[in-house]
């Protein structure tokens, strides 16, 4: 067979490797030679971060070349405009709607002033992609826990590929966390039965007003001895609560600048959009 070449793109703490591992085991798991490549720099959570997968017979180089991709698989909005150009004409783009604005362009992201750029599906369709958006973030939300939009979008694109069901879950049970195993098996399904978005000719939902929403897992926070979210909110939306753990006490002045998610040291925190896309 000939070597294919994907691209798996999105920003820190979205689980690019994870997804990227996952594929990469489920050619093993078929046999085929493979090699990976990533790129994430200083990107910690919230930067780009790109891993090349190629996979065939016989594989020489982990690097993709652009206009060589068969496939790119993106976890945000901006990272998939940024990667299109690795795409060989005719190449799938799947890409999850998410869109991420990186902290430290924009504080107040509940005005967008700061440049971001819209949601045109068709105009990349035009330049002759494949594009396939799916609202994957959505999807993983309501399962529970937005973190595996990563696996959904996996779910969505393996129907695609040439790995059985059977191989895929072999490769999430290898790569995953034995304790997420399962969660993450129900978020491959549902990426499975994931339609595409519907994003009509002309759409390039542009955000309106948007507001967000602070939540602390407090089994999960180290409380007073740790103290960093409250320290770089901006606004001092989060204070410490009786028990101790960290707390949005001021919910209605989150700006959404990530900060506090960004850097918990513990995943305690998840800042989630409340937006009205339209
Ligand atoms: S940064 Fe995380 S662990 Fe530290 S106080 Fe905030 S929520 Fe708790
Ligand atoms: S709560 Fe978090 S996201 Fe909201 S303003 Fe403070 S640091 Fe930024």
Known sequence: MQTRNVLVVGVGGQGVLLASNVLAAACLARGYDVKKSEVKGMAQ??????????????????????????????????????????????????????????????????TWQASYPAVEVERLRQAGWDVRPYEASRCAAELGDGRMANVVLLGAVSRELEFTVEEWEQALREVVPEQVVEANLRAFHAGRELPLASVSPGDVRRPAARTFRVEVTASWCKGRSCGICVRVCPEEVLAFGPDDRATAASPDRCTGCQLCQLLCPDFAVVVREEVAVG
């Open 45 to 110: 959570r919230g930067g780009a971060v790109v891993s090349f997968v190629r996979y065939g017979e016989r594989v020489h180089s982990p690097l993709v070349e652009r206009g060589r991709a068969d496939l790119v698989l993106s976890l945000e909005w901006a990272e998939a405009l940024r990667w299109a150009a690795y795409l060989r004409p005719g190449g799938v783009l799947a890409v999850d709607l998410v869109r991420i604005l990186p902290p430290a362009a924009q504080l107040d992201h509940r």
